[in-house]
């Protein structure tokens, strides 16, 4: 069973940046792909950065050019920097992982099957 921690939230103000961690704890050898997702109240789960085992990655439109998603130099870990941030932006920010072979990672979040608690993003304009 993996466990995956989020840390980094916060609030800015609009055009500020943050920069989330993920840490995957207790994970096993295997192709795993790791996301970023977003949801914000009454809205769904929506897939903000997804990188495959050998470093290919998938942004969403709402935050390509703006946010970077990189993995971590120690265990399996996940980072994502957001830059420029919106008002539109602010949400609980989840990391999401999965052993697949995808040809390219996913942005769905039913396709993943472990997930942190989150951290919440909150961007004031």
């Known amino acids: 069973q993996i466990l995956l921690s989020e840390a980094g939230g916060g609030s800015v103000q609009a055009g500020e940046s943050l920069r989330l961690s993920c840490v995957a704890d207790?994970?096993?050898?295997?192709?795993?792909?790791m996301a970023w997702f977003r949801q914000a109240p009454g809205l769904e789960r929506e897939g903000g950065a997804a990188?495959?085992?050998?470093?290919?990655?998938v942004y969403s439109k709402a935050v390509e050019g703006r946010f970077t998603v990189s993995k971590g130099t120690i265990g399996k870990s996940l980072y994502l920097q957001m830059n420029s941030l919106k008002p539109e932006d602010a949400a609980m920010y989840y990391c999401?992982?999965?052993?697949?072979?995808?040809?390219?990672?996913?942005?769905?979040?039913?396709?993943?099957?472990?997930w942190g608690q989150g951290t919440q993003v909150t961007v004031s304009s």
């Open positions: 999401a992982a999965a052993i697949a072979h995808w040809l390219r990672p996913k942005l769905s979040a039913s396709d993943y099957r472990f």
């Open positions: 207790g994970y096993t050898d295997g192709h795993w792909y």
């Open positions: 990188m495959a085992p050998a470093g290919s990655i």
